[in-house]
T-cell receptor
Framework: GQQLNQSPQSMFIQEGEDVSMNCTSSSIFNTWLWYKQEPGEGPVLLIA?????ELTSNGRLTAQFGITRKDSFLNISASIPSDVGIYFCAGPVSPDKLIFGTGTRLQVFP | EAQVTQNPRYLITVTGKKLTVTCSQN?????MSWYRQDPGLGLRQIYY???????DKGDVPEGYKVSRKEKRNFPLILESPSPNQTSLYFC????????????FGPGTRLTVT
């Protein structure tokens, strides 16, 4: 079946550093979503992208919908300890079904 | 407050003992879904429902049942749980099936011994 590959699998960074992660697919998507899951909680939607080339920000987070429509990128600027969590990308494979990537685990050290 | 609630949050049970995990949303959402999360595998869809009395299988439906008798509730039923169903389960909802922005519950951690 279709898969979303996220890279890197995990990141260990120092507070204040910028973070970049990406999500790729073998198929074209018309929507990309980025979620964050904090320890002990359910995923929370961060950013939704609906158009190829779109660049959308949410505070220190910026996500981009790749021009090829087969990838998406998430950047976090000036990381802080509360950015810790697992970041998932997701995309629709049909009108009624989302698939999720395997996640990028982010650890931030003070 | 708009939310998706799940109960119980933690459950330890034995093989073969039927259990139900409840899910309820107060946002009048049409679409609801169940996922399981396992290390290294991300979130995999078990079942979903596009509206009352309409349910369909996701990627990993074996060993699970669901029902959607009311718009707000979408319980997950394990008729005869087995150890390979030990996992973290999430319920999610969205306004309609083509509104991909899903809202997740806090999760239910299930252990089957």
């Amino acid at each position: 079946g279709q898969q979303l590959n996220q890279s890197p699998q995990s990141m260990f960074i120092q507070e204040g550093e910028d973070v970049s992660m990406n999500c790729t697919s073998s198929s074209i998507f018309n929507t990309w979503l980025w979620y964050k899951q904090e320890p002990g909680e359910g995923p929370v939607l961060l950013i939704a992208l609906y158009k190829a080339g779109e660049l959308t920000s949410n505070g220190r987070l910026t996500a981009q919908f790749g021009i090829t429509r087969k990838d998406s990128f998430l950047n976090i600027s000036a990381s802080i300890p509360s950015d810790v969590g697992i970041y998932f990308c997701a995309g629709p494979v049909s009108p009624d079904k989302l698939i999720f990537g395997t996640g990028t685990r982010l650890q931030v050290f003070p | 407050e708009a939310q998706v609630t799940q109960n119980p949050r933690y459950l330890i049970t034995v093989t073969g003992k039927k259990l139900t995990v409840t899910c309820s949303q107060n946002m009048n959402h049409e679409y609801m879904s169940w996922y399981r999360q396992d290390p290294g595998l991300g979130l995999r869809q078990i079942y979903y429902s596009m509206n009352v009395e309409v349910t369909d299988k996701g990627d990993v439906p074996e060993g699970y049942k669901v029902s959607r008798k009311e718009k707000r509730n979408f319980p997950l039923i394990l008729e005869s749980p087995s150890p390979n169903q030990t996992s973290l389960y999430f319920c999610a909802s969205s306004l309609t099936q083509v509104t991909y922005e899903q809202y997740f519950g806090p999760g239910t951690r299930l252990t089957v011994t």
